[in-house]
């Protein structure tokens, strides 16, 4: 009687999925061993027992299970042994797979890739780190530069199961180059829910980035389809793993457009472990007041302009008076005079100090008090800190402080500013002309500071009042996504965030859709205080058609002459569809619904993107029609894969399919033609499979021909 046949010693693919089994096993047994801490033995105060269970909660989320994603996407067989700390997980203590602890090192390692570290129960690696040094060969390395990978493996997955490998035998040179088809397949997957993260699909230009020095900002203009938001993301996390300590003391941010784009791209950080990264807009970064109004273009302009800094710093030091009477203190039976030259001394001194205004004004009483110790002690007597912190209470002195240097509120401030056309005159002589001082007024006030008119150009100017009296607490790392719509003030705001840390600044010119939009990227790092910053281009698109995005690149000449047509990977015939309808608005609707009808006939997300205006319409006929569709943010499931999209806020978001109406009106409901067609650009360029233009109206005269 034969012995039943073990595929698993004969079957490459059984031996790959035996392993995966394995490493969940491992990571279960990680996940129990962090849940069984008992925690009622452990010596110390309330709070440090609070905080303790805290972190063990955080690292039981952070080994989680995800089913559907896949715990290891690539494998790399090296040549020769490599070096001990090569191998070392640091985040996790991973050692190497060929021996325990390190011992027992023999040429031909390998190494599973995944987007966190197992172990086993011995504590060596089943899975490494993606963003271990050991890892990174497996997006850096290519026949010309191998990195001594003999063999780079992928593995394809269906719904979390082991279903593919694919091999590059990277010295080999009988074997020819050719494009990885699981690659493409996980690139071109269908996109349903949230964003996914790209840790299998990282580029070698990608990875640069990625994995570039926390100490230096790198500022990435991207074409459509690039990938920079990922990179961005991914580059938060590879430095969170390798500068966890230093970023758990300063924290990190991520800064995003809207609020329905940060919730599309909130599940890429927590599928790759990282679970306390915060995410803000830059609105709600300067929520120091209430916006209830709108500015218009011209008016907003101004307000976001890098000359506004000046004004509130000339506006915040405004009530600054030097004295004319000395300041008399009395302690006991004794009288210390410090006479107003001495004073004025000592307050010329802080408005020439580089310091903040707040921060200047808490000195002033202890240099007062500091000039009354010293004729104390010419006086024969021996004060001490007490006393001097007894003299810069006193009631005297507190009166000259607040005559001299009074405390200033910034939202006040600020709304005093927009108000009072006299010292708004007198903050910015010279400065801004006579109808920019116009634009920026209110011409309703409100009657108090909770029901004045504040716009969302306001709250960053109150934002920077609030600076210049206190400083703004700065961050360890920033990622700022969308960064082109930024005005110079904004970008002070954000820069102000991470001021004594770096920043990884995402955008495209071609997609600046605000009348102050950016110009340069050299002149936009200098508004965020990062005049140095290296700048990366990326230009070969993953996600969008070469049809699309060749399409798309008509418009450029128009909206940014300076840059590069972007390209894609993707040579997908028939992504593009044009549909000319003669029959008036009521054709126009039917061709939109019937193209929603077929783009959902397929796998994958809808997008009906419109013009703002044109939304109520669209959503009157989609329901009639009987496709219900999702508001943009809303995760998209099996069964909702349509979502309506006003054009406003496209930006960031894709779709597998997209259907695109009336671009004459996405364009007209822009204040100026530029803006317009960028609006457009970003439209034309949400699709990941193909894209359908729905028009009555002439094209714009870039996309005919």
């Known amino acids: 009687m034969h012995a039943p046949i073990d595929h698993s010693a004969t079957d ?37 027992a ?41 985040g996790g203590g991973a050692r190497s797979a060929s021996g325990k602890g390190g011992g027992g090192r023999r040429a031909g390692e390998r190494f ?31 026949r010309t530069d191998p990195m001594d990978v003999e063999r780079r493996r992928r593995f394809g997955y269906t719904g979390g199961e082991l279903t593919a490998y694919e091999d590059e035998n990277l010295t080999d040179p ?49 074409a459509p389809g690039t990938g920079k938001t990922a990179v961005g993301l991914h580059r938060v996390a590879y430095l969170l793993y390798a500068h966890r300590e230093r970023l758990a003391r300063t ?31 830059v609105q709600e970064l300067v929520g120091h007041v209430e916006v209830r109004g709108a500015d218009t273009a011209e008016a907003a302009t101004v307000k976001g302009d890098a000359r506004m800094a000046e004004v509130l710093r000339r506006a915040v030091r405004s009530g600054i008076s030097l004295p004319t009477e000395p300041c008399m203190v009395i302690r006991g039976s004794r009288r210390w005079r410090v006479p107003a030259y001495e004073l004025v001394e000592i307050i010329e001194e802080l408005k020439d100090r580089d310091v903040r205004y707040g921060a200047a004004g808490e000195a002033l009483p202890q240099r007062i008090a500091h000039a009354v110790l010293l004729k104390m002690e010419q006086s024969g007597e021996a004060p001490d800190d007490r006393v001097q912190d007894a003299v810069a209470r006193n009631s005297a002195v507190k009166a000259v402080v607040k005559q001299c240097w009074p405390p200033v509120d910034p939202a006040k401030l600020v709304h005093r500013l927009l108000t009072d056309a006299e010292f708004l005159a007198e903050c910015a002589e010279g400065i801004l002309d006579a109808e920019e001082q116009a634009a920026i007024r209110w011409t309703k006030p409100g009657r108090s500071l909770k029901t004045a008119p504040w716009t969302p150009a306001d709250a960053v100017l109150v934002d920077e009042a609030a600076d210049l009296v206190q400083r703004t607490p700065s961050l360890g790392h920033v990622v700022l996504d969308e960064a082109q719509d930024l005005s110079p003030m904004q970008y002070r ?60 690149s008509r418009l450029l000449p128009a909206i940014a002459p300076g840059l590069a047509p972007a390209t894609s990977i993707r040579d997908t015939p028939g992504s593009l569809a044009i549909d000319r309808v003669l029959d008036g608005p009521d054709g126009l609707t039917e061709a939109v619904i019937e193209g929603c009808r077929k783009a959902l006939a397929r796998e994958g997300s809808t997008g009906l993107i419109a013009a703002d205006d044109r939304i109520p319409l669209l959503a009157e006929a989609l329901t ?26 496209a930006k960031g978001l894709e779709y597998d399919y997209v259907v695109l109406d009336e671009p004459a009106a996405v364009v007209a409901g822009e204040p100026d033609e530029r803006t317009g067609l960028r609006r457009l650009y970003v439209a034309l360029t949400r699709a990941v499979s193909g894209l359908m233009v729905v028009h009555s109206e002439p094209l714009p005269e870039q996309l005919r021909g």
């Open 112 to 142: 599973y890739i995944g987007r966190r570290h197992v172990h086993d129960s011995d504590g060596d690696p089943m899975v490494i780190d993606w963003r271990a040094p050991v890892s990174q060969p497996f997006y850096r390395a290519s």
């Open 493 to 552: 705001a954000v820069g102000r965030r991470c001021s004594t840390g770096s920043a990884t600044v995402l955008g495209d010119l071609a997609q600046g859709t605000t009348p102050w939009a950016t110009g340069s990227w050299p002149e936009a790092l200098q508004h965020l205080g990062k005049p140095t910053a290296h700048i990366e281009e990326l230009t070969t698109g993953f996600r969008v058609p070469e049809e699309v995005i060749a399409y798309a």
């Open 624 to 649: 009639e029609a009987g496709l219900p569709f999702l508001a943009p943010g809303t995760e998209t499931s099996t069964e909702a894969r349509l979502t309506l999209v006003p054009a406003s806020l």
């Open 50 to 90: 609070a905080v303790l269970q805290n972190q063990i909660e955080q690292r039981i989320a952070a080994l989680a299970d995800l089913a559907h994603t896949p715990l290891f996407f690539g494998r790399l067989d090296y040549l020769h042994a490599i070096s001990e700390h090569l191998a070392e997980d640091t």
């Open 174 to 222: 009988a074997e020819s180059d050719t494009r990885s088809a699981l690659l493409a397949a996980e690139i071109e997957k269908p996109r349903v829910g949230p964003m996914r993260d790209i840790v299998a699909t990282i580029q070698p230009e990608q990875d640069e980035i990625v994995r570039a020095d926390i100490a230096g900002t790198v500022c990435v203009q991207g």
């Open 12 to 48: 490459p693919l059984q031996r790959e999925r035996d392993h995966l089994a394995a490493s969940r096993s491992a990571l279960k047994a990680m996940r129990e061993d962090v849940e069984s801490l008992d925690l009622r033995d452990v010596t110390g105060t309330w709070v440090s």
């Open 251 to 281: 924290g990190t941010l991520v800064i995003g457009p809207n609020r329905s784009f940060l919730h599309y791209i909130e599940q890429v950080l927590p599928a790759l472990g990282e679970l306390d990264v915060a995410q803000a807009t």
